[in-house]
């Protein structure tokens, strides 16, 4: 059964604008930091410093924002399990962090989700995007391990299973209705959408180029961090990327063969190739 765990409200609750507090608050609930703070949340004692100001102003936000997420996590976990015959078991966590990543999915099979706070929008469409995004991935997980999947086969450090992975996620997070633009930026970013539409070929290409030539470091940092966009001065274009290459393979292959490319021999192929028809 799927538990959703709320640190927020001990963060309210006790609340006092120190380091030593945050040090304290996270001590105490280290079993739900861990994977935060491994992964999502680096130089931690200056973000500490830069948070603390940020937090006392958001106080009232949290608890509302918590009640939203305890409200909108099972509606939307329900919607797949109903669509793809699936259940979701793993936890959720929700957090209050220093303004790190905003959500992200653990690195298991049957991943954990955790939602940080403080990152999280107030408008209600686009937290049940996030929502719908980060539950996106656990669904792909959960519907291909049903099927047999064979995870040793799996690259987890290739751009290209990150690929499929985000444009999976984006591309199930549609169960949220919404403008395109809003699945990318979970926010309103028409612009942002609009230049992705117009330079489909060149980013296409651009991304190809740097797959090809770059180390997974720099293709992550440059397509997929919030850090990069250097070469069109927009991040994230991997998701659009990734959604277009999804949708272009659900119309070819259907969904089933689709979510499943990431352990088939000839799953870098296809996805190349499908990217060479974007340029």
Same mark, same amino acid.
């Given at each position: ?8 409200? *001990? ?8 380091? $030593? ?9 280290? /079993? ?17 410093? &830069? ?14 924002? #918590?009640? %939203? ?25 929700? !957090? ?22 403080? /990152?999280?929008?107030?408008?209600? #469409? ?19 391990? /049903? ?5 040793? $086969? ?7 299973? @990150? ?25 309103? =970013?028409? %612009? @942002? ?27 992550? $940092? ?15 274009? &991997? ?12 119309? *070819? ?6 979510? !499943?490319? @990431? =352990? %088939? ?8 190739q499908t990217l060479e028809k974007m340029?």
């Amino acid at each position: 059964m799927m538990i959703i765990f709320d640190t927020v409200t *001990e963060f309210v609750q006790h609340y006092q604008p120190t380091a $030593k507090y945050l040090t304290d608050y996270y001590a105490s609930n280290k /079993k739900h930091y861990e994977e935060y703070f491994y992964y999502h949340c680096h130089h931690v004692e200056e973000k500490k410093q &830069a948070a603390i100001e940020k937090h006392a102003v958001i106080l009232p936000d949290l608890l509302r924002l #918590r009640d %939203k997420l305890q409200k909108f996590i099972p509606t939307i976990a329900a919607q797949y399990e109903k669509m793809y015959t699936i259940h979701f078991t793993s936890d959720v966590h929700l !957090l209050v962090g220093l303004y790190g990543s905003n959500a992200f999915t653990y690195r298991q099979y049957n991943p954990d989700v955790a939602f940080c706070l403080e /990152k999280m929008p107030k408008h209600e #469409r686009h937290l049940n995007i996030i929502i719908g995004h980060e539950f996106g991935h656990v669904a792909h997980c959960l519907y291909s391990d /049903k099927h047999g999947i064979e995870w040793d $086969k799996i690259d987890w450090v290739h751009p290209i299973t @990150w690929l499929l992975q985000e444009g999976v996620a984006t591309y199930l997070s549609k169960v949220v209705q919404a403008r395109l633009d809003e699945y990318f930026a979970f926010e309103e =970013d028409p %612009k @942002w959408l609009e230049f992705a539409e117009t330079n489909q070929s060149t980013i296409a290409q651009q991304f190809f180029i740097d797959l090809t030539t770059h180390d997974a470091a720099y293709v992550w $940092k440059e397509w997929f961090s919030i850090n990069g966009g250097q070469h069109f001065q927009a991040t994230r274009l &991997a998701y659009y990327v990734g959604y277009c290459l999804v949708k272009q393979l659900v119309d *070819e292959l259907g969904e089933q063969r689709t979510f !499943l490319l @990431w =352990d %088939k021999e000839n799953f870098h192929k296809i996805m190349m190739q499908t990217l060479e028809k974007m340029m």
